[in-house]
């Protein structure tokens, strides 16, 4: 299986929003409604942020969204704060019990 | 709560193996996956593969059908990742993740794994 394909950046000044995009296959993002996202701050475990394409995790804030067309899916942060500067990761069920994760983006407020 | 919490850290040489152990706590361990993730320095996530405690049965990643082993202890309520034949590749962080449905919801801390002759 191939990683999904995610910016390796992407950054905003506070307040603003930011888009990340995770491209896969019709394999993957594009065959499952089980997209997820994972916030990870350094040395420390990934975070559940966003599961089920569009559905946050009680506790998550609601300025997280997400959704998916075709083969790619988007994660929307909105009103950057500070404790967002995080990577971000995309993962997707890929068929038979598999996973696939996307190559992760790197966060920055500015 | 419910969580996942793994061994210590690992210094291996090269060729060696490594077992790494994720215990669970605070759920019904045998209704719930278990995968294993690692991110080598400067890379990204790496799905490994998942075992079903139910059954011990498993699925693993292409990239590691020959390298890894992941079993179960049903009475300790513990998961096993083994990683054979090691090298400077496998120096990573690798955690243990919990699946509620597709979702890996609960990870555990994570298990740093050196690799150095």
């Known amino acids: 299986q191939s990683a999904l394909t995610q910016p390796p950046s992407a950054s905003g000044s506070p307040g603003q929003s930011v888009t990340i995009s995770c491209t896969g296959t019709?394999?993957?993002?594009?065959?499952?409604?089980?997209v997820s996202w994972y916030q990870r701050h350094p040395g420390k475990a990934p975070k559940l942020m966003i599961y089920?394409?569009?559905k946050r995790p009680s506790g998550v804030p609601d300025r997280f969204s997400a959704s998916k067309s075709g083969n790619t899916a988007s994660l929307t942060v909105s009103g950057l704060q500070a404790e967002d500067e995080a990577d971000y990761y995309c993962?997707?069920?890929?068929?038979?019990?598999?996973?696939?994760f996307g190559t992760g983006t790197q966060v920055t407020v500015l | 709560q419910v969580q996942l919490v793994q061994s210590g850290a690992e210094v291996k040489k090269p060729g060696a193996s490594v077992k790494v152990s994720c215990k669970a706590s605070g759920y019904s361990f045998v209704s719930y996956y278990v995968h294993w993730v690692r991110q080598a320095p400067g890379q990204g996530l790496e799905w490994m593969g998942v075992i079903i405690p139910g059954d011990s049965s498993t699925t693993y990643a292409q990239n590691f059908q020959d390298k890894v082993t992941m079993t179960r202890d049903t009475s300790t309520r513990t998961v096993y990742m083994e990683l054979s034949s090691l090298s400077s590749e496998d120096t990573a962080v690798y955690y243990c993740?919990?699946?509620?449905?597709?979702?890996?919801?609960?990870w555990g801390q994570g298990t740093t794994v050196t690799v150095s002759s």
């Open positions: 019709s394999s993957d993002v594009g065959a499952y409604d089980s």
């Open positions: 089920e394409v569009n």
């Open positions: 993740a919990r699946t509620r449905g597709s979702t890996m919801d609960v």
């Open positions: 993962s997707s069920h890929a068929g038979s019990d598999t996973y696939v």
